[in-house]
């Protein structure tokens, strides 16, 4: 199917809403994964750590993984990697669902679903949507299409926990993988090349001199630890607050009704976020999103739980969850220009998985061993610090390229 058979603003529509609803089935299954965890720990008899080390490794793999599918997507169309990855994802939920012992499930649901989110997830739907769009509208297509894929994974949330109950948690895995399996049409929308040269970098460089220039900046460091640090408090939430509410004493319900509110916020906390780059600088913008994160978890450990309470940080959390993403491609792009957008920010991502491996890995292994999830939110609010110090300490001026060994920056 060709976008250009219908008028420009309804083709632009459909791009975007394909980008986000490939981006809200991906990670709206991810966000979930929370929910999974009692079910599957007691239906197998497994400890804790076992669920955490593949969702640990799956945020590794992810990592790991983004890099590659981004230099693919840069060089040969982002269409292939979402059709790609989606195939991935669905075989990865039925491994899960399918699996009698540690090794299949850590291998469907840590290694495959990793590999999958890197094809699937906003590194690719994000790089592709920049390489679509023109600078003038690049700014409404990543608002929109992370709107819509907040969307989704609200919608999600709700629809698990009643698939859940209804019919258990591998009959609830097989769903979902179908329901990803169906979206394959989607990705062909998301195909096109590159349609303008890369600002400031000739379009011939190869990919190895742009990752050398981006390793020499000390900004593109600093943007892998504000990432890491954001995947450290996203993946420990995710997959433990649930476990968290219901040691405090909430139900499972109100445990649920929290992820859905942190992805009922997500919907509009990125669209702003996406939508603010262009009206101030956006290292202030990030490092800002973090010292907020900071506040809201002191005060929601300084308090009783209760649901109220719960729902007013979810909100909060939700509203600051995913514009990140947005923010950060946008800064490696205005930093290393557009033609190798996915890779460079792939590499950056990598920072925010390693993250998030140590966020999920390590909930699992300090609650084993202590009974307590006090330590991580402490790790969760000392690492968000540091993060907010190193966006300030980027320099965002524009890198310049010449053939030359040496490097200038040029102020714009």
Known sequence: MKTDLFPAPFSRWLIVMAGGILMGLSLGVRHTQGLFMQPVTSSHGWPLETFGLALALQNLVWGLAQPVTGLVADRFGSGRVLLFGTLAYGLGLYLMAQAQGPAGFVAGNGVLIGIALSGTAFGTVYGALSRIFEPQRRSWALAVAGAIGGLGQFCLVPFVQHLLVRVGWQDAAMVLGLLIVASLPLSALLRARPREKTAGLPDHRPVGASIRDAVRHRGFWLLNLGFLACGFQLAFIAAYLPAYLLDRGLSLEQAGTALALIALANIFGTYACSRSVGLWRIKHLLAGLYAIRVAAMVLFLSMPVTAAGTYAFALV??????????????????????????????????????????????????????????????????IGVVATVAHCLIDDAPWAASAAPDLRVVRS
């Open 317 to 382: 959390m939700g509203f600051l969850w995913l514009g990140t993403a947005p923010m950060t491609n946008e800064l490696v792009l205005r930093l290393f220009g557009l033609r190798y957008i996915a890779t460079l920010f792939g590499i950056v991502f990598l920072g925010h998985q390693v993250g998030g491996f140590f966020g999920v890995w390590l909930g699992a292994w300090v609650y084993d061993r202590t009974q307590s999830y006090e330590l991580l939110w402490v790790g969760a609010i000392a």
